[in-house]
């Protein structure tokens, strides 16, 4: 089985064919972009096959997942856990979203599957979304979904609050770069104001506080506009994918190791 230790990437839109970091680490690459059916929206024959190509792979170790048109294969990552584990999401939007009409796994209702059907999560972190969003998350879950919103996370506040010590269970991090402030890393959703060096002190914080056992990231921007200003939205993409990679890579390994 390959994961814990390593890093995957999962190449769909072929945003990450203009990224040089990205693709010095081409080897680590599993191509998705002849697949039907996953642009925000998963079909069940689409599901299948990715559960198919990931099932070599462990939950561990860190996933880039494209944009956030493809946040919900964080659910295929995390079907792999099969003990206890908190989720730590660090995202714009809430991505609990009732399905509509179609029942097909989305990027903004996956989280919501994941609690209904993920039978080892146990609590659900949302940090950087607006507050308003507590009262959009369905009465069921509001026990197990905490929230520390955009006011607090912009300024590195809350972190107290976060993997209390009556209940530091090992953590998953699934990170959407729209948390972050456009000018860092521009993507195609409407984005937060928290900065870089803001979101790796929130990493390193749940790196020294519990057990951290795997970690994805998304949030490329789409390809749109013209050909100078995506590539300064890839550069700027490719620079912090590799930060956040060497960040987790030690914070993962120091845990776990």
Same mark, same amino acid.
């Given at each position: 089985m390959k994961g814990k230790g390593s890093l995957t990437v999962l190449n769909f839109s072929g945003i990450y064919e203009r990224e040089p970091w990205m693709c010095s680490r081409k080897d680590c690459w599993i191509s998705f972009t002849a697949l039907e059916g996953t642009d925000g929206y998963c079909t069940e024959e689409a599901a299948s096959e990715i559960r198919r190509v990931l099932s070599d792979y462990t939950g561990g170790g860190i996933h880039f997942l494209d944009s956030g048109?493809? $946040?919900?294969?964080?659910?295929?990552?995390?079907?792999?856990?099969?003990?206890? =584990? *908190?989720?730590?999401? =660090?995202d714009r939007h809430s991505d609990l979203q009732p399905p509509g009409l179609l029942p097909l796994t989305s990027c903004g209702g996956w989280l919501l599957e994941v609690l209904e059907e993920q039978k080892y999560l146990q609590d659900v972190w949302l940090i950087g979304p607006p507050e308003e969003v507590y009262q959009k998350i369905p009465e069921a879950?509001? *026990?197990?979904?905490?929230?520390?919103?955009? %006011?607090?996370?912009?300024? @590195? %506040? /809350?972190?107290?609050?976060?993997?209390?010590p009556e209940n530091r269970r090992p953590v998953y991090l699934s990170i959407d770069k729209d948390v972050l402030r456009e000018e860092d890393? !521009?993507?195609?959703? *409407? %984005?937060?104001?928290? &900065?870089?060096? &803001?979101?790796?002190?929130?990493?390193? $914080?749940? /790196?020294? &506080?519990?057990?951290?056992? @795997?970690?994805?990231?998304?949030?490329?921007?789409?390809?749109?506009?013209? =050909? !100078?200003?995506?590539?300064?939205?890839?550069?700027?993409? *490719?620079?912090?994918?590799q930060i956040l990679a060497d960040c987790l890579d030690k914070i993962i390994f120091c845990v776990t190791a």
């Open positions: 048109n493809y $946040h919900y294969v964080t659910k295929f990552w995390l079907e792999k856990i099969r003990s206890p =584990f *908190d989720l730590a999401v =660090f879950y509001r *026990d197990r979904v905490k929230i520390i919103g955009e %006011q607090e996370a912009v300024l @590195g %506040q /809350g972190m107290e609050r976060l993997l209390p890393a !521009p993507t195609n959703w *409407d %984005q937060g104001n928290m &900065t870089l060096e &803001t979101l790796i002190r929130w990493l390193r $914080h749940i /790196g020294s &506080t519990v057990p951290v056992i @795997g970690a994805d990231i998304c949030g490329e921007s789409a390809e749109n506009g013209s =050909f !100078p200003e995506l590539a300064e939205t890839c550069r700027k993409n *490719d620079k912090v994918n």
